[in-house]
C-alpha cells in the first residue's frame, strides 16, 4: 500500500504514514457521508456517483497524532481490500429503516467498496443490544425482518396513524431509506418494495390517511416508488399501480379512489 501510495504522488515518509491509517471519517466539522442529499434530490444516474459522494466525505483520516488528514487514496487503496462490511447495532431504540445514518453508512461503505474492487463484499447487521446473546444477521436478512416486522405490520401502521401529521411522515421516510439501501447495496429485493406498497398505498384507509393528514407524504411516496420501478428496483404486481402512483405523484386526488 505504501509503494502504490508512492507512486501516485506522495513523498516516502507521508506513504508509509498513511498506508498505516485505518480510521476514516468526514473532515473536522462536519457529519454525515455525503449521500442524503444526492438520495433526496434525485440527483445521480449511475450508483458510481453515490460511491464517490461516500469516498469523497470519508476521506479523512483520525488516530494517533491524526485528526482530520485528508487521505482520500489511502482510504480507496484500504476499501479495495474490504470483503465484507459490518454493523454492530447496541439497542433497540430504531431500526435500518427509520435513520438515514444506516443508509448513508453502511451503504455508503457497501457502494464505495463495490465500485472500487468491482465485487460485492458481504454485509452483516449484528444485533448486539443483549451483550449475553449476540444475534448475527446479514444484511438482507435484517431487511427482511424489518420490513416484515415493523414497516409492513398493520399494528405499526395504525400506531403511527394516531400521530397525523408525523405519522404519515415515518411512512414516508421508511420507504425512502428501503429506497437508499436498494440504491446502496445488493440487501433490498423487489418482494419489499412490493409488501411495503401492499401495506400502504395499496390500502385505502391508509392511502386517505395519508392524502389528508400530509398530502405532500403521498406525493413523496408515489414518485419514490416511481423511482424505484424507473430504476429497476420494483416490478409492481398490479397492471394498474403505475398509473395509480403517476396520479397520486401529481396530487390528483381522483387518483386516490
Known sequence: EATRLQASGLDPAAAQRQASFRVFGSKPGAYGAGLQALIDSGAWEEPAKLAEAFLSWSSYAYGQRVQGEAAGEALRGQLREVEAV????????????????????????????????????????????????????????????????RATNP???????????????????????????????????????????????????????????????????????????????WTPRSNTAGAALAGWSSGEEQAWH
Do not use: C
Not at 455508503?108 to 468491482?118: C, E, K, P, V
Not at 400506531?159 to 404519515?168: T, W
Not at 392511502?207 to 420501478?229: S, T, V, W
Open 86 to 149: 459490518i454493523h454492530n447495532q447496541d439497542n433497540r431504540e430504531h431500526d435500518i429503516l427509520d435513520s438515514d445514518d444506516y443508509y448513508q453508512f453502511e451503504g455508503g461503505a457497501f457502494a464505495a467498496i463495490r465500485h472500487l474492487s468491482g465485487q460485492s463484499p458481504a454485509a452483516y447487521h449484528n444485533d448486539h443490544s443483549e451483550p449475553e446473546r449476540l444475534r448475527i444477521r446479514s444484511l438482507s436478512e435484517e431487511m427482511g425482518r424489518i420490513v416484515r416486522g
Open 155 to 233: 399494528k405499526w401502521i395504525e400506531g403511527v396513524m394516531r400521530h397525523g401529521y408525523k405519522g404519515a411522515f415515518e411512512m414516508a421516510a421508511t420507504l425512502d431509506y428501503l429506497f437508499a439501501f436498494a440504491a446502496t447495496t445488493d440487501a433490498v429485493s423487489p418482494d419489499h418494495f412490493q409488501a411495503l406498497y401492499d401495506a400502504t398505498l395499496a390500502q385505502d384507509q391508509v392511502r386517505d390517511f395519508i392524502a389528508q393528514h400530509n398530502p405532500e407524504a403521498l406525493k413523496d411516496m408515489a414518485a419514490r416508488y416511481l423511482e424505484a420501478i424507473r430504476r429497476g428496483y
